[in-house]
């Protein structure tokens, strides 16, 4: 048995892992339309998945100035950039190992915090919203 | 790794020329779009598509609330100038790399924009610093790098 550490789970933009990041989340979601009728026997309902969505959430260090200029153009570019994840190893944990858990995407980034605190480390928070399926 | 207490944020008015906020403790940009699920019959599968309809974005921050006579506000700005912002009126604001004395010399400039300040609260808790918290709107686009308005 092999256990996937944290650090060896990263989020992936335009295929190269986001630097200094402390953590990532991703949330993969069915959203379901009760579809029960007349005909459904019992209290209970009877869920469908109509439709599917998924978002990543990644919390990191990046700090470099050339790095926070690029997440402002992103956001303002208002435009889909690839992103994924995968189990990374190698230089930095930062090669993709194309495990069985790679998955890959497009998704906006709708959500960005810069935090900019005296005497703390300039940690930035990003989000994205993918958007079609994921491969 | 950058820390925050060299990135600051700068503003300026039609009045004022562009100075760094004194006594500044936190500061964060916080950036939100608004998307829509823009999928329809047309889109083959489950998965739901998105795009952006509509973007904001806010500053906010807080610092020590100093004496209208201390040093630290020569050449900067503190509570009394955010007081006399709280109207309708545009501020062209900066977040730049600072080093030097008091960290206070502009040595590359992250973003830029103009806002309105909307929300302004003081904090005097007994045996602590006075402090403020600001929020400031964006109004229009934030640029990254360049300047704004000046």
Redesign the interface.
């Known amino acids: 048995m092999s256990k996937i550490k944290g650090q060896n789970f990263r989020l992936l933009q335009n295929a190269a892992a986001i630097p200094e990041a402390t953590n990532c989340s991703i949330t993969l979601q069915g959203n379901a339309e009760d579809t029960s009728t007349k005909d459904t026997e019992g209290l209970f309902t009877e869920e469908t998945i109509t439709s599917t969505q998924w978002s990543a959430q990644v919390d990191t260090y990046q700090s470099d100035t050339t790095a926070l200029r690029s997440i402002i153009s992103t956001f303002i570019a208002a435009q889909a950039v690839p992103v994924g994840w995968d189990q990374t190893g190698g230089a930095q944990n930062r090669v993709a190992q194309n495990a069985n858990f790679k998955r890959s995407g497009n998704a906006l980034l709708n959500d960005f915090t810069m935090n900019f605190n005296d005497r703390e480390t300039v940690a930035v928070s990003l989000q994205f919203q993918g958007t079609g399926a994921l491969s | 790794?950058?820390?925050?207490?060299y990135?600051?944020l700068l503003v300026s008015t039609a009045a004022n020329p562009l100075t760094v906020v004194a006594a500044?403790?936190?500061?964060?940009?916080?950036?939100?779009?608004q998307?829509e699920d823009s999928?329809s019959k047309d889109t083959t599968?489950?998965?739901?598509?998105?795009?952006?309809t509509g973007?904001s974005y806010d500053i906010t921050g807080s610092g020590l609330v100093l004496t209208p006579n201390d040093t630290l506000l020569t050449g900067a700005v503190g509570l009394n100038d955010f007081e006399s912002w709280l109207q309708d009126q545009v501020l062209n604001w900066k977040?730049c790399?600072m080093e030097g004395t008091n960290n206070r010399t502009v040595v590359?400039t992250?973003?830029s924009g103009q806002g309105k300040l909307t929300n302004l609260q003081i904090q005097a808790q007994n045996k602590q610093n006075a402090t403020y918290n600001y929020t400031i709107n964006g109004y229009g686009?934030?640029v990254?790098?360049a300047d704004a308005g000046e």
């Open positions: 790794m950058q820390k925050g207490q990135i600051r500044a403790k936190q500061m964060a940009l916080h950036g939100s779009a998307t999928s599968g489950n998965a739901l598509e998105y795009e952006v973007q977040i790399v590359e992250i973003a686009a934030i990254p790098g």
